[in-house]
C-alpha cells in the first residue's frame, strides 16, 4: 500500500533552518512529482512546493519563495523540503502528497513550531 513518512520537524527559532524528509514506498516513485503542502492552526491546507518525477522543475508557493527548496533523491524514494529563513508564519503540520491514478494519498505530517 501506498505510504509516506515524512520527518525531521521541530522547534526552531525564527530565521533558523530545518530540512524536512518524505520517505515514499507502495508506488513507482520516480514516476510521480511529489508536493509539500502544510496546515496551520485554524487555517486551511495550503500548497507550499511542488517537484516533478524527474526532479527537474519545481514550484513554490509566494509565501516561500526564496526561503524554501524542494528536492527529490528517486534512488533513495525520498523528497526533501529545505526550509531556511523561517518565519513564526510558517508553523504548521508539513504534509507530503502524491496524486496517483486512484487519488491523492497524505502522509502523517510533521509539526514545524517557529518560535523564540
Known amino acids: 500500500q501506498v505510504q509516506l513518512v515524512e520527518s525531521g520537524g521541530g522547534l526552531v527559532q525564527p530565521g533558523g533552518s530545518l530540512r524536512l524528509s518524505c520517505a515514499a514506498s507502495?508506488?513507482?516513485?520516480?514516476?510521480?512529482?511529489m508536493s509539500w503542502y502544510r496546515q496551520a492552526p485554524g487555517k486551511e491546507r495550503e500548497l507550499v512546493a511542488t517537484?516533478?518525477?524527474?526532479?527537474?522543475?519545481?514550484n513554490s508557493a509566494d509565501s516561500v519563495k526564496g526561503r524554501f527548496t524542494i528536492s527529490r533523491d528517486n534512488a533513495k524514494n525520498t523528497v526533501y523540503l529545505q526550509m531556511n529563513s523561517l518565519k513564526p508564519e510558517d508553523t504548521a503540520v508539513y504534509y507530503c502528497?502524491?496524486?496517483?491514478?486512484?487519488?491523492?494519498?497524505w502522509g502523517q505530517g510533521t509539526q514545524v513550531t517557529v518560535s523564540s
Open positions: 502528497s502524491v496524486r496517483l491514478r486512484l487519488g491523492r494519498y
Open positions: 507502495g508506488f513507482t516513485f520516480s514516476n510521480y512529482a
Open positions: 517537484i516533478t518525477s524527474a526532479g527537474d522543475s519545481t
